[in-house]
C-alpha cells in the first residue's frame, strides 16, 4: 500500500516555464488537497478537491490549477513559474478528516 | 478567511518534562487534528478529534476538542529526545462539500537531554 505518492521529489524552473506537479493515492479517498510550505512557516492551502469532478481553492490559489478526473490522481499545474513559487510543495488526502500527506516535491524557480 | 492561531510558536524544554499547546480559531470546526513533521518529510497524524469536548490520547499524547468547538490542545508528558519536531494543529469542517483542511503555524519543540 503506497499511499501518497508525489513526483517529482526535486525540480529546478526557470521563470516563465510550467510544469506540473503529480500526486496519486492508492486509498480510494474523495478528499484531496494540495499545500505548499514556505521555510519555517506552516502549510497553506492552495486548492483541495472532495471527489471526482469537483475542486475549490484554497487560501493561496493564484498561479496554480488543478484537475480531478479520477479519485486517483489530482494534479497541480504552474502555467508561468515565478520565484515566489520556490517552496515545498505536499499532496494529501483523507478520509474522515484524517489527512495522509506525501513526501512532498521541492521546487525552486530561478 | 479561516485562520488557525497556534501557540506557542516555539518551545525548549528539558527531557521528561511535560509540554502543552494550543490552538484557537476565529471559527468552528467540527474535526481537530494534530500532526508532527520532521525536517525533511511531510507532516504526520497524530490525533484526531471529531467531537466538542472530545479527550483522546495516543501513548504520551493527549488531545482535547474545545468545547466552544474553536480551540484545542495537545500535551505531551515526559518528552523525550525523538519529539523534537514541529507540531501543526489542523481544522476542518469535514463533509458534504465542505473540505478545505487549514493549519496553524506550527509550534516548533527542541528538547535537552
Known amino acids: 500500500n503506497a499511499g501518497v505518492t508525489q513526483t517529482p521529489k526535486f525540480r529546478i524552473l526557470k521563470i516563465g516555464q510550467s510544469m506540473t506537479l503529480q500526486c496519486t493515492q492508492d486509498?480510494?479517498?474523495?478528499?484531496m488537497y494540495w499545500y505548499r510550505q514556505d521555510p519555517g512557516m506552516g502549510l497553506k492551502l492552495i486548492y483541495y478537491?472532495?471527489?471526482?469532478?469537483?475542486?475549490d481553492k484554497g487560501e493561496v490559489p493564484n498561479g496554480y490549477n488543478v484537475s480531478r478526473s479520477t479519485t486517483e490522481d489530482f494534479p497541480l499545474r504552474l502555467e508561468l513559474a515565478a520565484p515566489s513559487q520556490t517552496s515545498v510543495y505536499f499532496c494529501?488526502?483523507?478520509?474522515?478528516?484524517?489527512?495522509?500527506f506525501g513526501q512532498g516535491t521541492r521546487l525552486t524557480v530561478v | 478567511g479561516q485562520q488557525l492561531n497556534q501557540s506557542p510558536q516555539s518551545m525548549f524544554i528539558q527531557e521528561g518534562e511535560d509540554v502543552s499547546m494550543n490552538c484557537t480559531s476565529s471559527s468552528i470546526f467540527n474535526t481537530w487534528l494534530w500532526y508532527k513533521q520532521d525536517p525533511g518529510e511531510g507532516p504526520v497524524l497524530l490525533i484526531a478529534?471529531?467531537?466538542?469536548?472530545e479527550l483522546t490520547s495516543n501513548g504520551r499524547l493527549t488531545a482535547q476538542f474545545g468545547i466552544t468547538r474553536k480551540d484545542s490542545f495537545l500535551n505531551i508528558s515526559a518528552s523525550i529526545p525523538s519529539d523534537v519536531g514541529i507540531y501543526f494543529c489542523?481544522?476542518?469542517?469535514?463533509?458534504?462539500?465542505?473540505?478545505?483542511?487549514?493549519f496553524g503555524k506550527g509550534t516548533k519543540l527542541s528538547v535537552k537531554p
Open positions: 486509498m480510494n479517498h474523495n478528499y
Open positions: 478537491s472532495v471527489g471526482a469532478g469537483i475542486t
Open positions: 478529534l471529531y467531537k466538542a469536548g
Open positions: 494529501a488526502s483523507s478520509l474522515q478528516g484524517k489527512a495522509f
Open positions: 489542523a481544522g476542518q469542517n469535514y463533509g458534504g462539500s465542505q473540505g478545505n483542511l487549514i
